[in-house]
């Protein structure tokens, strides 16, 4: 016999491997991960579990997202009416003092020269205010002749008149004004209606 021959196996340790192969197959599948093993199900389990955290934190990533550009628009908006509407308690203090000039041109009669005077005085220092009520988006509400509107006139009294359609303005006492389209007084009038 030479050495370069394999020797057959003895029965016994054929009968050993068999005995070996069959208790492995009959056991469940499971993977051994530190010191606990996991069988199939508890690692599918254990996914599905991961799977739905994984989820959550996206859904809440998401919702963060969209909180975060809700309120970025809102402080864009509150910027851009700050910068808009920053004057509005300027320009209300403001009015009544156009209003008083307007008043005293209106109330300076006469032919004397020191009349005249004030009358220039006054129509410069008129057209000075309106130049700066242009400049920063200040429009008058002058309605004459137009229909009522409630959002920018405020109705003092109702006039019957015949020269008119009802529901329109046939005088104004006070002009109004808005600031970059906002209401910052509103227009006093005198309503006209129809005649009983």
């Not at 402080?75 to 808009?84: F, G, N, R, S, T």
């Not at 009522?148 to 529901?167: I, L, R, W």
């Not at 005088?171 to 009983?196: C, E, I, S, T, W």
Request: glycine fraction near 4%; charge should be negative; aromatic fraction near 6%.
């Amino acid at each position: 016999m030479s050495t370069d021959q394999e020797t057959p196996e003895t029965p016994v340790e054929v009968e050993n491997e068999a005995t070996n192969t069959e208790a492995a197959t009959d056991e469940a599948p499971h993977t051994e991960v530190g010191e606990h093993e996991y069988t199939i199900e508890e690692l599918k389990q254990e996914l599905e579990e991961t799977k739905q955290k994984a989820q959550d934190n996206w859904d809440k990533a998401l919702r963060v997202q969209a909180e975060m550009e809700n309120l970025k628009k809102r402080v864009q908006k509150d910027l851009e009416d700050a910068h808009k509407f920053g004057l509005t308690r300027f320009a209300k203090e403001l009015l009544p003092v156009f209003d008083s000039v307007v008043l005293g041109l209106q109330a300076a009669t006469g032919d004397s020269e020191e009349v005249k005077k004030f009358r220039e005085g006054c129509e410069l220092t008129i057209k000075q205010f309106e130049a700066m009520f242009a400049k920063f988006n200040i429009e008058a509400i002058d309605p004459q002749g137009q229909p009522f509107n409630a959002e920018q006139h405020q109705a003092m009294m109702m006039q019957p008149t015949e020269d008119a359609e009802p529901n329109t303005v046939v005088n104004v006492f006070q002009k109004g004004y808005l600031l970059n389209g906002r209401l910052l007084r509103p227009a006093m009038v005198v309503v006209a209606k129809a005649v009983d």
